[in-house]
């Protein structure tokens, strides 16, 4: 909601008070500021200038070079424009050199296409109001040369809150006011809505749905006159973003931001006999004022005539054939209060909202009602003329508040009397004991100051006995919490000083996770990686606008049928199956990102996959893995490596290895799997804990993609556990060490994994660190034979106790090299 400080002023004195200093008050209120901004200047620089003269700018088709009078006195200033709605003789905005803009933009002395420029002329945006034309703000004629614009528009600021739904009493300018007054003890000016309306018994009315209507008032005037609204009104509403249409309109919009009640106008002339208040018909058609028909059913609740054509759509919007028009003379002002659930049910089912179903939603106060209307029945007759009936009065004000019970509550009513009715409202009483504020404030809010704080808030105690009435306008306050809320909201809980420092809580398995998991994103990034966060719903079959991303899905057990989980009613065909893996989403964003021209992809996602067991005989298991995706370029191209190599395998086996770095990765070749060129099984220290692959040329082609793509997926809770278990810290060695090399010929064929799996069955003790250096194939069969490799390994020996002696090195590197041949078949040594 916007609340405009110049109208907010007229309640309360504002003098003195920071608009930030009340931001951080109504914030720590519990009511949310959402934006602040200013319309309108207050500089005197910014004045009424006129155009004297105005040539084409020699350098610039759509710049004209102005001579200006600002008024001073002195010599016509020369301005370069750039709009067009303007002629010599108009009087515009004109911003001197030194003049500070909204939006902090200072206004100085330049030059534009080398024409110097000395201010600027303005539209009414860039004063931070309404534009009232397409172009400059042209001003009336018979304003004075140098004028400051703050005196013609004063300046206004906009305050935009978010107001929770307990607190429909906040949305208007007095609700606001009210609050502000409680909130920093500041005197309210008067009620607005002092004068209430005199009532009479419906004789206009017939009421035939009371159980979601139960309080209907409308009052007649006769002999108005629809004109324009007067510039303060037209200002008030423009303020807030609403547009002036006509005196009647404009002010039952005024009345529902003054106060928060709704109001409607009927004309009179277009309302056959009375009003009558009923549900709606199956497939009644109804003309809302947007110029839209609506179909309606019996959940609505329409205001028609005597006639049975429904005229308002009740709580929601008036109806287009019976509004106010310039021609109107009489009219119906209604005022009522309409069940919240179905004013709800009505806007939502039509997706039609307004300011009247916003606050109706929320739960209007009953007892606002007449005040209202005797509010805007005062203002039509100040503004338009004519003379008004009492409020015909249909039905009964319902009561918000439970009755007597054990807690000590207790009811009490007032009236308002009238020519022929009374209108008798029920208001709540609580009684409070002031020990359950000692108890939560520790003592440190005096009792006193407790009472202050409720009595600021509208609460009174007569009998000084711990009950309190509550104001018909809190319809949040109904027991003795509530209140005590209310004093530490108002009392503010920065300023009661805590007893008691956190205890310790041992970090949970979800902390630990959690905790894990956000030190994986961190050293993702750092590697270079963008995090994806896609929707756990894939498509199974390609449709016109979507394809197949079930075939994308590489997780780390291999899929067979019945294991995808399946939506029984998917709201589209591409999110019919809960995702098995984050290989679809991760290949998704990766398509995406190079039809972009992105060279580098590297991305990765945290988050749950989806699937059944056993064939979908199992219970479906619901597990957390990591994906990775990396493709293209190694690095992003630059003048030092403008041709970058392509990532390979075991750029992404690097990665997975920074995961982890003080643990052995390993890579073991695993079975073919559809839309995989190769793959394989991940483990760590010996340990099955994810699957990687490459992704099927065929595949690639389809997605159209130019480039390889290597994808991986791990367990998070094996790698967690793996990657977090106790590290056994070893001596730093003291001796030196020798190594050795050697360059094996083995068959094509032979696995990588398994001559690290023979070098670690070697149990070799002075075997401290080997890695492979060198492979070597020649399909040419020139140099090596087609159908072998050789491999070069470098190893290290060392002992713990002793520098290792030349003959010792070479013992154990002979008997490692005849273990490796015996394990391996095939394996000749160069």
């Known amino acids: 909601m916007k609340i405009s400080l110049n109208w907010l002023s007229e309640y309360l004195d504002l003098d003195g008070l920071c608009v930030n200093e009340m931001s951080d008050m109504l914030t720590f209120a519990g009511i949310e500021v959402e934006d602040i901004h200013q319309q309108g200047v207050d500089s005197p620089l910014v004045v009424v200038a006129q155009v004297v003269a105005a ?15 600002v008024g001073d006195g002195g010599p016509l200033r020369q301005i370069v424009c750039g709009a067009q709605n303007y002629k010599v003789g108009d009087k515009v905005p004109c911003s001197l050199p030194g003049a500070i803009l909204p939006g902090g933009i200072e206004i100085k002395t330049g030059k534009l296409r080398g024409i110097d420029s000395c201010g600027m002329l303005c539209s009414a945006s860039e004063l931070g ?35 929770t739904p307990n607190r429909p009493d906040l949305l208007s300018h007095w609700g606001m006011a009210r609050e502000l007054s409680a909130i920093t003890g500041r005197a309210l000016k008067k009620d607005p809505s002092c004068k209430r309306a005199t009532c009479a018994a419906g004789s206009l009315i017939t009421l035939e749905a009371p159980e979601v209507c139960p309080f209907y008032t409308v009052v007649r005037i006769d002999g108005v006159k629809v004109q324009e609204s007067p510039e303060w009104m037209k200002e008030h509403l423009a303020a807030i973003g609403l547009r002036p249409i006509n005196n009647i309109v404009d002010i039952t919009n005024f009345v529902l ?22 549900s709606a018909r199956n497939g009644e058609e109804f003309l809302a004022l947007d110029g839209v028909t609506y179909a309606l059913n019996e959940s609505d609740l329409v205001i028609a005539d005597q006639s049975g054509q429904a005229k308002c759509l009740a709580g929601v919007m008036g109806g287009e054939e019976s509004g106010v028009s310039d021609g109107t003379t009489s009219i119906l002002l209604e005022a009522a209060w309409f069940l919240p659930s179905s004013v709800r049910a009505t806007s939502r089912r039509l997706g039609l909202s307004s300011d009247s179903s916003y606050r109706f939603e929320r739960g209007t106060s009953p007892w606002n009602v007449l005040r209202t209307s005797g509010r805007a029945v005062e203002l039509i007759l ?34 308002e009397q009238g020519t022929e009715v009374s209108v008798t409202h029920l208001l709540h009483t609580v009684k409070l004991d002031w020990k359950q504020l000692d108890q939560i404030s520790g003592g440190v809010i005096p009792h006193e100051r407790g009472a202050a704080i409720l009595k600021g808030l509208g609460l009174e105690s007569p009998d000084n006995d711990g009950i309190w009435v509550i104001p018909p306008w809190r319809l949040d306050l109904g027991r003795p919490c509530d209140l005590l809320e209310e004093i530490v909201r108002v009392y503010g809980i920065d300023n009661i000083p805590s007893r008691y420092s956190g205890p310790f809580s041992e970090e949970s398995a979800c902390d630990k996770a959690h905790n894990y998991q956000m030190q994986l994103r961190y050293k993702l990034a750092a590697l270079g990686f963008y995090e994806t966060q896609t929707i756990k719903l894939i498509a199974s079959e390609a449709g016109d606008n979507t394809i197949a991303q079930v075939k994308d899905a590489l997780p780390i057990r291999p899929l067979f049928d019945g294991d995808l989980i399946r939506v029984s009613l998917p709201l589209s065909e591409d999110h019919a199956v809960m995702r098995p893996a984050h290989t679809p989403g991760l290949i998704a964003a990766a398509v995406r990102n190079s039809n972009q021209g992105a060279e580098s992809l590297r991305f990765f996602e945290i988050g749950r996959v989806f699937r059944n067991t056993g064939g979908g005989k199992g219970k479906d298991i619901e597990q957390d893995t990591l994906g990775i995706l990396i493709s293209g370029s ?40 559809d839309m995989a060129a ?28 130019d480039r390889p793509m290597y994808v991986a997926e791990l367990d998070l809770r094996k790698l967690q556990e793996i990657a977090t278990s106790s590290v056994k810290a070893a001596d730093l060695p003291q001796f030196p060490g020798s190594s050795r090399d050697a360059a094996m010929e083995v068959p094509a064929t032979t696995k990588n994994s398994d001559i690290e799996k023979a070098i670690g069955s070697a149990r070799q003790k002075l075997l401290v660190d080997h890695s492979c250096f060198d492979v070597f194939s020649d399909p040419s069969g020139v140099k090596l034979l087609s159908d072998r490799k050789s491999i070069a390994y470098t190893f290290l020996y060392r002992a713990a106790d002793r520098t290792l002696t030349a003959a010792e090195v070479d013992a154990a590197h002979k008997a490692l090299l005849e273990h490796l041949a015996k394990q391996i078949k095939g394996l000749n040594f160069r």
């Open 55 to 69: 040539e084409q700018h020699p350098q610039a088709d759509r710049l004209k070079v102005c001579k200006v009078d």
């Open 382 to 415: 100040e503004l338009a003329g004519g003379t008004a009936s009492p409020a015909h009065v249909a039905g009964k004000a319902p009561s918000m508040y439970p009755g007597d019970d054990v807690t000590g509550r207790k009811n009490a009513t007032f009236s």
């Open 257 to 278: 931001h003054e106060l928060g009640s709704p109001l409607h106008a009927f004309d009179a002339d277009k309302i056959q006999g009375g009003l009558v208040i009923r």
């Open 634 to 673: 190694r690095e992003a191209s630059s003048w030092r490596n403008p041709r970058p190599e392509t990532a390979s395998f075991e750029d992404l086996l690097a990665v997975l290895e920074a995961l982890a770095p003080s643990h052995t990765w390993t890579a073991v070749p695993a079975k073919p799997r």
């Open 678 to 705: 190769y793959g394989a099984d991940v483990q760590i220290d010996g340990k099955p804990c994810g699957y990687m692959a490459r992704l099927s040329l065929s595949r690639c082609r389809e997605l159209g993609l």
């Open 129 to 163: 109001l309404p534009d009232k034309e397409h172009g400059l703000w042209i001003l009336p004629q018979d304003l004075k040369l140098g004028t400051p614009i703050s005196e013609i528009v004063k300046a206004d600021t906009i305050v935009e809150v978010e107001v």
